[in-house]
T-cell receptor, first 116, second 113 residues
Framework: AQTVTQSQPEMSVQEAETVTLSCTYD???????LFWYKQPPSRQMILVIR??????QNATENRFSVNFQKAAKSFSLKISDSQLGDAAMYFC?????????????FGKGMKLTVNP | KAGVTQTPRYLIKTRGQQVTLSCSPI?????VSWYQQTPGQGLQFLFE???????NKGNFPGRFSGRQFSNSRSEMNVSTLELGDSALYLC????????????FGPGTRLTVL
C-alpha cells in the first residue's frame, strides 16, 4: 500500500529558531512527486514546497527546504527562522500511481506551534 | 486571479438525504480534485476531474460521485448520507493534474445528523 507517515503529531518551536518536520512514505515507484502543504487555522491549505523524485537536488523555497532521501523514502521539511505565521497544520503528501490511476496520499498531519 | 471558491460553506443534513457541493476553480485551471477531511481519517482523495472527465478516483463508495462542466466548475454529490460522512470537503484546482501545485478552496463543512 502507498502510505505517508508523519510520526510526530505535534511540535513546537521558538520564534526565529529552526524546526524539522519528518515524513516517510512507502512506494515501489521510481518517479513520483512529493509535497508539503500547510493549513493555517481557519484558512485555506497552501503549498509549501514540491519535490520531483527524479531530481537529486533538494527543493528550497525561501525559509523552507527539504531533505529528500530517496533510498530511505524520507522527505523532511526544515523551517528556518520560524515566524508566528508558520503556526499551522503541516501535511506531507505523495502523488501515487497504482494500476494506471493516480491519487494524492496525505499523511495525518502535524500541528506546529510557534512560541514568541 | 480569484481563488478557488466552494459553496455552500456549511451544510446540515440528516441521514438518508443527499447533498450537492459546488466548486469553482481558478480561471484557466482544468483539473479539479476533491478531498474528505476528518479528524480520524485525515485527508483522503475522492476523485479528480479533468476536461469534464473523471480521470482518477479514490477508494470511496459509489454514493460519492461528481461531475465537471465545460467551464471547469465541478460538483460533488453524496447520496444516502451516513453519519460518517460528516466532514470538511475540500476542493482543489490545478493547471493540469495532481503532480501540479493544488490550490485549495476553503471547504464545505458537512454535518450529518
Amino acid at each position: 500500500a502507498q502510505t505517508v507517515t508523519q510520526s510526530q503529531p505535534e511540535m513546537s518551536v521558538q520564534e526565529a529558531e529552526t524546526v524539522t518536520l519528518s515524513c516517510t512514505y512507502d512506494t515501489s515507484e521510481s518517479d513520483y512527486y512529493l509535497f508539503w502543504y500547510k493549513q493555517p487555522p481557519s484558512r485555506q491549505m497552501i503549498l509549501v514546497i514540491r519535490q520531483e523524485a527524479y531530481k537529486q537536488q533538494n527543493a528550497t523555497e525561501n525559509r523552507f527546504s527539504v531533505n529528500f532521501q530517496k533510498a530511505a523514502k524520507s522527505f523532511s521539511l526544515k523551517i528556518s527562522d520560524s515566524q508566528l505565521g508558520d503556526a499551522a497544520m503541516y501535511f506531507c503528501a505523495y502523488k501515487a500511481t497504482q494500476g494506471g490511476s493516480e491519487k494524492l496520499v496525505f499523511g495525518k498531519g502535524m500541528k506546529l506551534t510557534v512560541n514568541p | 486571479k480569484a481563488g478557488v471558491t466552494q459553496t455552500p460553506r456549511y451544510l446540515i443534513k440528516t441521514r438518508g438525504q443527499q447533498v450537492t457541493l459546488s466548486c469553482s476553480p481558478i480561471s484557466g485551471h482544468r483539473s479539479v480534485s476533491w478531498y474528505q477531511q476528518t479528524p480520524g481519517q485525515g485527508l483522503q482523495f475522492l476523485f479528480e476531474y479533468f476536461s469534464e472527465t473523471q480521470r482518477n478516483k479514490g477508494n470511496f463508495p459509489g454514493r460519492f460521485s461528481g461531475r465537471q462542466f465545460s467551464n471547469s466548475r465541478s460538483e460533488m454529490n453524496v447520496s444516502t448520507l451516513e453519519l460518517g460522512d460528516s466532514a470538511l470537503y475540500l476542493c482543489a484546482s490545478s493547471l493540469r493534474g495532481l503532480y501540479n501545485e493544488q490550490f485549495f478552496g476553503p471547504g464545505t463543512r458537512l454535518t450529518v445528523l
